[in-house]
């Protein structure tokens, strides 16, 4: 590591406002899978920290919402869990944080934009709060999500609803049964893959394109929705 990446990340500490016991963590989580060492089989990026993240953020906010909307069920609470986990508003809260300037990738892949990709973003905040929480445990990861949030929870009183759901809702209500979606292809290397879905209802087709299924799989049914009749 460099002296000006060292200052970065130390930079970058100061302002998620955690000092790390272990650095190591903060530094694997940090790490995208395309500068890993291919020796220790990409043990060393930030993918483990990402599936261990991913399940401490879902806790930390349901629980959160539980105490914000005590008076909402079930179904209106993972809704909303299901946007403010979302990989837009992982990537959101990545750029206020300045995470892309320190997120490790190889010099060919940084000029590319992979550090700007959602999914890449995202997926380094849910590897910081792995790492965050293996280090500290879940009270510190616990106060980054509810500082870096709360403007997102408190956006809107109501409920949200995916571009999916809005889908679906619209042809179950019209006795259309449910929406159909295809695979249409998928291009680009591994970690940046590009695919392409179709979605099928009420005999109407509509394409999407995400650097995941279910984000072109959103694309598609916003897609379709936008060209509905009655709008």
């Not at 089989?41 to 930030?46: A, G, M, R, T």
Request: aromatic residues 6%.
């Amino acid at each position: 590591m460099t002296g000006g990446e060292a200052s970065a990340l130390a930079d970058f500490a100061r302002r998620l406002g955690y000092d790390f016991a272990r650095p190591e963590w903060l530094s694997q989580a940090l790490t995208h899978r395309s500068a890993a060492d291919p020796r220790r089989s990409q043990l060393d990026s930030n993918e483990r920290l990402e599936f261990l993240g991913d399940r401490v953020l879902a806790l930390v906010m349901a629980e959160w919402l539980s105490e914000r909307f005590p008076e909402e069920r079930e179904g209106d609470l993972g809704k909303r869990l299901g946007m403010l986990v979302a990989r837009d508003t992982l990537a959101k809260v990545a750029d206020r944080l300045g995470l892309a300037a320190v997120l490790r990738v190889p010099a060919s892949e940084g000029r590319a934009g992979l550090r700007e990709r959602a999914n890449v973003l995202a997926d380094a905040v849910e590897a910081l709060l792995g790492a965050i929480y293996l280090d500290g445990g879940l009270a510190p990861a616990r106060e980054l999500v509810r500082r870096e949030w709360e403007a997102l929870v408190g956006a809107d009183l109501r409920p949200p609803m995916s571009a999916k759901s809005r889908l679906q809702e619209w042809t179950l209500g019209r006795g259309l049964g449910l929406p159909d979606y295809r695979l249409v292809s998928t291009t680009g290397p591994a970690h940046q893959p590009v695919f392409v879905v179709a979605v099928t209802a009420a005999g109407r087709e509509a394409e999407g394109m995400g650097d995941s299924k279910r984000a072109a799989e959103q694309m598609a049914a916003e897609a379709w929705l936008a060209g509905r009749p009655g709008r």
